[in-house]
C-alpha cells in the first residue's frame, strides 16, 4: 500500500501554516506567556524567550516538520522510521497531550465562563476584586464549563469539522489580532492613583514588559526565569509531543518549509508579545508591582476584566469579543491537542476514530475534573523545584512542559544531531530547491547547544540540582 497515495494533505503552504497557526496560537500566548512574564518580573523573560525562539524554537520547529514530512507518518511511528531504537520518542510524545488536554479543557471553561459574564452584561461584576478565586473556589461550576469546552472539542473531532475550523480561522485569526492591538495600545494609556497618592502608569508598566531589570537577580532566580521561557517556548509552539511531525507528514513535497517555518513563529511570539502588552501594563497599573509578582493562571482573568471595565461601555463590547476570539484559539488549539492523542490511539491500537476520541473524552473528563476539584475539595499548596506553590493545574503543566517535553527535545536532537545527521532535516528542506536560512546555526543548535542547555535544565527542572 502507498501510504502517501493515501495520506491527506494540505492544500498547500497557506493551509498549513494557517493549521499550524491555529495549533500555535491559543491560550499559551494569550493565558501561558504574560502570566509567566508577570511572574518573572517582565523584561529578561522576554528576552531569554526572543532569543530561544529564534534559535532554539526555530530548530525544533524545523526538525519536527521536516521528520513528518519525510516519513509521512504519524509521531507515534514516525521517529522509528527515522531510527528503529527511537520508537519510544513518539511514545512519550504521545503521553504529554494527554497531560496537557485536562486543564486546558478547565481553563478553557474558565474562558467560557467569562465570554458567558460578559454576555449577559456582568462585566463590572467579573471586575471586582475575588470574582475569579471565588468563581474557581466553587465546585461545580468550573467543571460544567470545563465539560462545555470538552465537548466543543470533541464534537469537532468526532464530526471531522476540521476543514471548516481551518477555513474560520482565515479570518478570525487576524481579527484577534487586531483586537489584541486595540486593547494593548488602549492598555498602554491607562492611568492609576492608590489611596495613598501613588501614580501609575501603563507606560510604566511597559517599560518593566519590555526592560530587564537585573537587581537583585540570584543565579537561582536566573535559571528559574530560563526555565520558565523555555518551557513556554514548548507549550507555545505546539513543539516537544509530536504534534507538528503530524502536521509536517501533511505538507505537500514542493512546499518551501524554511519560509513556512519562519511565518508560524513570528506570528506566535508577535501574538505572545501583544498579549504581553495588553496585560502586564494593566496589572502593573492596578496592582503595582506586587501584583506583578503575585500573579498566576488566573492573571488573565483578573487583570482584563479590570481594563475593559476602564474602558467604560465600549469595554462590554470589547470584553464579549475579546474573549469569544481567545475561545476560538484555544478550540483550534484544544482540537489539535485532542486530535494528537486520537491519532496515536488509533495508529497504536488500532481503534476506530469514534473509539478514540470516547476514550479520550472520558480521559479528559475525569481528570479535567480532578484540576477543577484542586481550587477547592483537593486544594493543597505544593512547592515546585523552580519555587513556585502550585495546585493540580500548575504540577500537570509543570510535569509536562518543564520535565517531559526538554525530554523529548533532547532525545530529538540526539536522534538528529549526532545518531542520524542534521543534513537529513537540511536536505528534506532543500529536496525541492529551497535554500535553508541559518544551516550553521541549525547544526550547532541540534548537535551540541540545545541539548547541553536541555539536559542542564531538565535536571534543574526535576530538582536534582539544587539551586
Ligand atoms: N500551543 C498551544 C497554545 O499556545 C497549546 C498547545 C500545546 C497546542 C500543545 C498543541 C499542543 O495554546
New binding site residues.
Partial sequence: MNTKEKRNSFSGSLGFVLAAAG???????????PYLAAKDGGGLFLVMYLILAFTFGFSLLMTEIAIGRKTRQGPLTAYGRIHPSAKWIGVLGCL??MI?MPY?CAIGGWVIKYLTGFLSGQGSAMAEDGYFSGFIGETVSPVIFMIIFLAICAFVIFAGVNKGIERMSKFIMPALLVLVIIIAIFSLTLTHTDTDGTTRTGLDGLRIFLIPNMEGMTAQSFFSVLMDAMGQL?????VA?G?MVAYGSYVPDDSNLNKSVTQIEIF?TAVAILAGIMILPAVYTFMGSEGLSASGPGLMFISLPKVFAAMGGAGQVIGCLFFAMVLF??IT??V??ME?IVSSFMDRFGFSRKKAAGLETIIALVVGAIVCFGYNLLYFEQTLPNGTTAQILDILDYVSNNCLMPLVAIATCILIGWITSPNEVIGEVEKNGVHMNRKMLYKMMVRVIAPALLVFLLIKSVGLLAP
Fill in positions: 495549533s500555535a496560537v491559543g491560550l499559551g500566548n494569550l493565558w501561558r506567556f504529554i497531550p496537557i486546558y514548548f507549550f507555545s509552539l505546539s509531543m504534534i506566535d484559539a484555544a488549539s484544544g489539535s491537542i494528537a
